[in-house]
């Protein structure tokens, strides 16, 4: 597919000596965001951190926009338009929100700018003074990711956001998500959360054993529930 802002084929990728991925095969096309379902230790980010060129060894094909990325060091990839959301959110406590926020590199052009972020999530604005450390983990998690759409990256790899957050804030992460495809972003989430990305999504991939099993497209779900709770142990 030629329009595909990400490509994944037959992708291996190593730990030392554990082999987490065994052939992932996936695409995303430009302002899709799809999902990487499956069990813990299924290889979901792993899948992320191949992209990104994090595991410590990975064969195969990974193209974003058109340009084979398998043998680039991992900072030449995410100057090519990426932003990676870890699961474990990387704030640093004893900078405030706002020195957080302007921290990382510019990747892209367009990034959003302080105002469009504040306007996007008003609690950051409110809490611009406040050290990371001080943050709830719902403001965490949204710093994480305005910081991101600072840098103009195009492509988000979003690491279990909603984990451990109040339905509150897993609400506004839904309403963020929806505003950034609108905008025109390409977005892969792992998530545990299916009710969050149910409707969310273009695409769901399940992942089991490092390789992709399933792919689920948002018209069959509904048809497919029962597969999928059978996948995912739900």
Not at 37 to 62: E, F, H, Q
Not at 80 to 94: K, V
Not at 160 to 186: C, D, F, M, N
Request: proline share 3%; aromatic share 4%.
């Amino acid at each position: 597919m030629s329009d595909a802002m990400l490509a994944m084929r037959d992708v291996h990728a190593w730990y030392g000596e554990s082999h987490v991925l065994q052939g992932i095969d996936l695409e995303v096309r430009a302002g899709e965001c799809i999902t990487l379902l499956g069990r813990n230790g299924a290889g979901r980010t792993s899948t992320l951190r191949s992209i990104l060129g994090l595991t410590a060894k990975r064969t195969g094909s990974i193209r974003i926009a058109g340009r084979e990325t398998i043998g680039l060091p991992p900072h030449r990839i995410a100057r090519l338009g990426l932003g990676y959301c870890p699961e474990e959110r990387g704030i640093y406590a004893s900078l405030t929100a706002e020195e957080n926020l302007q921290l990382l590199p510019k990747v892209g052009e367009g990034g959003l700018s302080q105002e469009q972020i504040y306007a996007m999530f008003p609690n950051l604005k409110e809490r611009a003074a406040s050290p990371g450390m001080r943050l709830s983990g719902g403001e965490q998690q949204m710093l994480a990711m305005a910081r991101i759409l600072r840098t103009g990256a195009n492509l988000l790899l979003l690491d279990e956001i909603t984990e451990g957050l109040a339905p509150v804030i897993v609400q506004k992460l839904g309403q963020v998500i929806r505003e950034l495809k609108s905008r025109g972003y390409t977005m892969v989430l792992v998530e545990q959360n299916f009710r969050f990305a149910k409707h969310l999504a273009d695409r769901h991939y399940v992942v089991e054993h490092g390789r992709v099993v399933e792919v689920i497209e948002r018209r069959e779900v509904e048809a497919k529930q029962e597969r999928l709770n059978e996948l995912l142990g739900i």
